[in-house]
């Protein structure tokens, strides 16, 4: 059975991109899914300074630890000024300097969302052009526009875009 780590790169509590990522992880079949929560891997802000004198934090080597286990990888990106937010971005750089390869080479569905009828689309165009230099095998990217309409009860509800993310899930070969 394959194993999937899927997690959402906001720190919010209430995460929308936590929910789609494990929703669309559970559109895979015949897997295990580790869910991660950002907040679990609540660090200092890094510096070479911090790195130099402390080495590595233990959070972001557990972190790197778990992507290394999974077979594939589902991140759902929030957007904060167009951009990662900062809790994600802190945990990528503490993890890039233990491997500049941070995602390993790992097959991952890159997705992301937020309430505005963008869905997240900045951040995704960044990191789709980004991780597969730190790593990332990137096998399908989905945006999911208007989180709050097209997202209730633990699913999505526009079936335009569900059969979209199905597709993409289907032709993905775990």
């Known amino acids: 059975m394959k194993k999937i780590l899927a997690f959402g790169g906001s720190s919010s509590r209430n995460s929308i991109n936590k929910q789609l990522a494990v929703y669309a992880a559970n559109l895979f079949e015949n897997t295990s899914i580790e869910i991660l929560d950002l907040n679990d891997y609540d ?22 630890d778990k992507m290394g286990r999974a077979d594939f990888i589902v991140l759902s990106l929030a957007e904060h000024n167009g951009a990662y937010s900062a809790a ?14 941070t995602f390993q080479q790992k097959p991952m569905l890159l997705l992301a969302t937020s309430p505005g009828a963008r869905g997240g689309s900045s951040v995704l165009e960044i990191a789709t052009k980004r991780f ?13 526009p208007s989180f709050h309409d097209n997202f209730k009860d633990g699913k999505i ?3 335009e875009l569900e059969q979209a993310l199905k597709e993409i899930v289907s032709n993905i070969n775990l």
Do not use: C, T
């Open 157 to 159: 509800v526009n079936s």
């Open 43 to 64: 660090m200092p802000v890094f510096s070479v300074d911090r790195e130099k004198e402390n080495g590595i934090h233990p959070l972001a080597q557990e972190f790197y």
């Open 132 to 144: 597969p230099f730190q790593g990332a095998d990137l096998k399908g990217s989905f945006s999911l």
């Open 88 to 101: 994600f971005k802190n945990i990528l750089d503490w993890a890039s300097r233990i491997n500049a390869k």
